[in-house]
């Protein structure tokens, strides 16, 4: 993904997050070692999250907190929390005890919360709401921080593992001027530390293949019908449970979800957890190696309003990350991070996807992979698309206007356009879009996804989103470069982009300045690091904690350390070693470590002091 500086939860609105990250407390190192580990059953441990159970478990100072009345609007469902909003000295509190299980080594609080204020001022913090768990403060708010519609706010508290504490919102309202902080879904998620943990690091269930079949309402907003995944173990431990990631539930809520997965054959569904957007399915005996087994289920797609990389700007819809992809079990157990919306969480294996798409013939649907279109029952059109060793499937559906090409060394180019982008730059992005896949090509290995997509809208907040084969971009040279490079770094050469996420993002903007001429000479004129926590090479977690410095370090840093290794190691061996080192990862998954030591061993340079340097630790 390509940031953009107007973020649709702008650095504003996450600074509090940064600051509750520094001020949760730490548990002492002896604490740690000293503590033998548990298994850990991923959960969302608060109950009534959403409020629509009345009060129980929760403790409201007043009747009143947990509500259905008018005046505010629930998130999801039908019930809120309402504290404050009297114009009055007012004080409300909502508490509930909750148990982090132990074995979990992650865990992170989230919740809905609207603001909405009388009061005019820009710099005074008459009316407050603090966020508790235990006797530490996560974080605070006030009338500043008012907002239209709700935001969704994160804090990781995984130092609290093993604790059973108090969570708890308290407003504070002043003597005049109504503030009202109004919550909704609040869902504490803990994972991590799997039940079975495997007995060695490979990952699996390998060579995922897909098979799904969708039909759309006329507006290409609604989708159902039915996904299968067939796949193996690969690991010598048995494999007696998988794990779907519905990641575009974190759109919606626990009680509204976007994507909806019924009717489970091949195993048993579990528990929802992670926000809703992990399902665990326990299958009918423990897979052993080498084994094969197919999960399948009917699925509901809604598209929500909103020029996200999954949402509809009014009649151009965008389907990203829609369909449920098996979580990926390796040495660390099972990978179930929470979806980030600064960056990507989406850490998948190379897999074969076959998806039919049925919808009205006024829609062109660009998608993943090489599609062929085929009449259907009157005024409609299927659509089917295969794809060979991909991370993940995309598409788009509207009345887009549509352009084609070839690249000079052969790759069908499509750019698909709404209605405001002018035909001049439709073929700018055209013109692009074949350079950049030729030069991408040429450095790192040929492309391997048939045609390419790109899909332009000027309204993504996002800036550019990357699918394998299929992007959604602005009017913008730089991004569709960046975007395209994602092909190979990410598409190609995966990796585990919730922990690791510079290795597809920096090396990506490395890839972008190659195209374009760019050599980084003055990259580093105006480097300052904010803290010795930060590094090139941290992960999500950090920076969604610290979503301020997210694209500077890990875009801008990252590619500056990359053209830093070259000057060092020089042109023809930093070329060699990064087509080498494509080539030795294609379709499979890059760690820092692995590329930290193809890096050492394409030069007689000892790099210890170079890692060091530019905060790259792994």
């Keep these: 993904m390509r940031p953009t500086p107007h973020k649709a939860l702008g650095a504003g609105a996450l600074t509090v997050a940064a600051v509750a990250a520094l001020v949760l407390p730490g548990t002492p190192a002896a604490a740690r070692q000293a503590a033998a580990p548990a298994a850990c059953t991923p959960a969302q441990v608060v109950a009534n999250s959403g409020f629509e159970s009345g009060t129980s478990p929760w403790s409201p100072s007043s009747s009143s907190v947990i509500t259905s009345r008018s005046g505010q609007s629930p998130h999801g469902g039908s019930s809120y929390a309402w504290l404050d909003g009297t114009g ?8 509930q005890s909750v148990t982090i ?6 865990a992170t609080l989230s919740y809905w919360l609207h603001i909405d204020t009388a009061e005019t001022t820009s710099s005074t913090a008459y009316d407050k709401l603090s966020v508790k768990l235990g006797g530490s403060t996560l974080a605070t708010y006030s009338n500043l921080d008012k907002n239209t519609g709700y935001v969704r706010r994160t804090v990781d508290v995984s130092s609290f593992a093993g604790q059973t504490v108090n969570l708890s919102f308290t407003g504070a309202e002043d003597s005049s001027l109504q503030t009202s902080f109004v919550l909704d879904d609040v869902a504490l998620d803990t994972s991590g530390g799997g039940t079975t943990p495997p007995a060695d690091s490979t990952r699996t269930p390998a060579a995922p293949a897909y098979t799904v079949s969708l039909s759309s309402d006329t507006a290409g907003t609604v989708w159902n019908g039915h996904e299968s995944v067939t796949f193996t173990n690969a690991s010598a431990t048995a494999l007696s449970e998988v794990y779907l990631r519905l990641w575009d539930n974190y759109h919606g809520s626990c009680d509204a979800m976007p994507i909806k997965v019924s009717n489970v054959t091949g195993g048993t569904a579990g528990a929802l957890s992670v926000a809703c957007t992990a399902l665990k399915v326990d299958l009918p005996a423990p897979l052993a190696q080498g084994q094969s ?3 399948g289920f009917d699925l509901g797609i809604t598209v929500p309003s909103g020029a996200d990389r999954f949402g509809h700007d009014g009649a151009f819809s965008f389907i990203g990350n829609a369909l449920p992809v098996l979580a990926v079990r390796d040495g660390a157990g099972w ?3 929470p979806y980030t919306n600064n960056g990507e969480s989406f850490y998948s294996l190379a897999a074969d996807f076959k998806v039919t798409l049925d919808h009205p013939s006024t829609l062109l649907v660009p998608a993943t992979g090489t599609s062929a279109d085929t009449p259907g029952t009157s005024g409609r059109t299927v659509t089917t698309a295969t794809a060979s060793k991909v991370r993940d499937f995309a598409w788009a559906a509207g009345p887009f206007s549509k352009i084609s090409g070839t690249s000079p060394g052969g790759v069908p180019v499509n750019v698909y356009s709404v209605s405001n982008i002018s035909s001049s730059s439709a073929q700018s992005m055209l013109s692009t879009a074949k350079s950049a896949v030729d030069a991408h090509a040429a450095r790192f290995g040929a492309y391997p996804y048939g045609e390419l997509d790109a899909v332009i809208d000027n309204n ?3 800036g550019g989103m990357e699918y394998p084969g299929f992007v ?3 009017v913008s040279t730089t991004a569709l470069t960046h975007e395209i490079g994602h092909q190979w770094w990410y598409g190609i050469v995966g990796d585990d982009e919730y922990n690791s996420p510079w290795l597809d993002e920096a090396f990506t903007d490395y890839a972008t300045d190659l195209a374009q001429g760019i050599t980084g000479a003055n990259c580093w004129n105006s480097v300052s690091w904010a803290s010795s926590a930060e590094k090139i090479t941290n992960s999500m977690a950090y920076w969604d904690a610290h979503s301020s410095r997210y694209s500077t370090v890990v875009y801008g840093y990252g590619k500056c350390a990359l053209h830093d290794l070259r000057r060092l190691i020089g042109d023809s061996t930093m070329t060699k070693l990064l087509k080498d080192y494509a080539t030795a990862h ?3 998954v890059s760690t820092t470590a692995e590329f930290k030591a193809a890096a050492q061993a394409a030069t007689g340079t000892d790099l ?7 905060r790259i630790d792994g």
Excluded: E, I, K, M
């Excluded at 009055?88 to 508490?95: C, F, K, N, S």
């Design 88 to 95: 009055g000295t007012r004080t409300d509190t909502l508490t």
């Design 586 to 588: 294609w379709y499979g």
């Design 293 to 295: 087994a197919t999960v």
């Design 608 to 614: 210890t002091s170079f890692w060091t340097q530019h």
């Design 472 to 474: 959604l971009d602005l």
């Design 101 to 106: 299980p132990s074995g979990c080594s992650t």
């Design 335 to 337: 990978h179930l991070d």
């Design 460 to 462: 993504y907040w996002f």
